[in-house]
């Protein structure tokens, strides 16, 4: 290790975002209106922001599907313009508002069909004699390792999102972005997965798209509000939660600092945020 001291201790991490000036439209219309972000590495940022903020987009443009002008920096190599292909090789993973595994698959296929870039696909699903380290640390981490030879269709919902951060994991990214993760989820379900995604922060950086403010409030370490296609507020949860923009655009007025605890629960984590953020 040749560390300058200012960095975490253990090994050197990378991971770190840095967006400037982001800008997308769709035939005249600017659905991301000149974003700076920047994640640095291992933070365990929440973007928030009501239907239609841009938050999808941007992520969009950030992987290479959504055509952007600014400037989008992965540890410092610049990426906009890139191909969805080259951002994934540079290290960085997403997933999507439903989850995309291979169903008649297993658990174990999947991630090594997600790990093995460069294998035929005779060879990936032949049964291998030894599982690959990096498979077996994420069947561990996921909590999968129990149902490692069940068809990945036969998990539950909240499995199969698990599984699919394991086939980010087993890809080497280093920086996840993960939309909705924990919609339709039961509670105990949003708890694991909060309590993975904090693992998964020890050694990659994590952005998380999400509405579901119980969520947020247990498991954010950062917190960035979009609202039509801008950075509205960012900071702790306690900074964006006490700016009184961020209350406005939740609630549509001006609404009282103290939090006056939310009755509802979280069911129904994709509904609109008219919730205390
Ligand atoms: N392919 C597209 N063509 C035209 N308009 C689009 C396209 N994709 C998104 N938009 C528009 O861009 C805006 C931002 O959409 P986006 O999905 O990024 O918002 P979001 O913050 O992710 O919303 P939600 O929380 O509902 O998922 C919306 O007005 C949406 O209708």
Known sequence: MTGTGSEPSGSEQSGSLEVRGL??????????????????????????????AGKTTL???????????????????????????KIARAGIGRTFQTAAVFEE??????????A?????????????????????????TTGLTAHRDKPAGTLAHGQKQW??????????????LLDEPVAGMSHDEREATGRLLEEVAEEHTVVVIEHDMDFL????????????????????????RADPRVQEVYLGHEAPASPSAASASSEGASAPVAQEV
Do not use: C, K, Y
């Open 23 to 52: 800008r997308v439209t769709f035939d005249g219309f600017t659905a991301v209106d000149g974003v700076d972000l920047t994640v640095g590495a291992g933070d365990l940022r929440f973007l928030i922001g009501p239907n239609g």
């Open 59 to 85: 992520v969009d443009a950030v992987t290479g599907l959504a055509r952007a002008t600014g400037s989008v920096r992965f540890d410092g190599r610049e990426l906009l313009g890139s191909s969805v292909q």
């Open 105 to 114: 698959l297993t658990v174990l296929q999947n991630l090594d069909i997600a």
């Open 116 to 140: 093995g870039a460069g294998r035929g696909i005779a060879t990936l699903l032949r049964q291998r004699a030894t599982v690959p380290e990096s498979v077996e640390r994420a069947l561990e």
């Open 163 to 176: 599984l699919e951060i394991g086939m980010l994991l087993v890809q080497d990214v280093r920086l996840l």
């Open 217 to 240: 409030r247990s498991f954010a370490r950062s917190v960035t509000v979009l609202h039509a296609g801008a950075v509205l507020s960012e900071g702790t949860v306690a900074e964006v």
